[in-house]
């Protein structure tokens, strides 16, 4: 039964991965596709890990904390590259 759950997280994880692909296709802003992509990447992402901390028990402490890195680092970079990509140069209030 867990080997069951833990293919089902990881085939989850590796269709948000696909799914978050095809709007990089679309003709929607820039903005738009970066973060359609990184949300699918992050769920996907963790989805995976998920199902790795299902197989591999004595693994958690390292497999939480890249849960954890996941979900901020993603965060943080699209935050970064919304701001990066703001027109003008930055100094304005």
Same mark, same amino acid.
């Not at 989850?12 to 679309?26: A, E, H, K, R, Y």
């Not at 943080?76 to 209030?93: F, I, K, P, T």
């Given at each position: 039964?867990?080997?069951? *759950? ?22 929607r ?7 359609? *992509? ?11 890990? $998920? ?11 390292? *497999? ?5 890195? *996941?979900?901020?680092?993603?965060t ?7 701001? $990066? ?9």
């Open positions: 039964m867990i080997n069951i *759950l833990s293919y089902t997280f990881i085939g989850v994880g590796i269709f948000f991965w696909f799914w978050g692909t095809f709007p990089l296709m679309s003709k802003s820039v903005l738009f596709k970066l973060h359609s *992509l990184s949300v699918a990447d992050t769920l996907g992402s963790i989805a995976i890990v $998920c199902g790795l901390l299902l197989k591999k028990t004595a693994e958690w402490p390292l *497999l939480i904390l890249a849960i954890i890195t *996941l979900a901020i680092w993603n943080m970079l699209g935050y970064v590259l919304a701001y $990066c990509s703001g027109e003008g140069d930055g100094n304005e209030r």
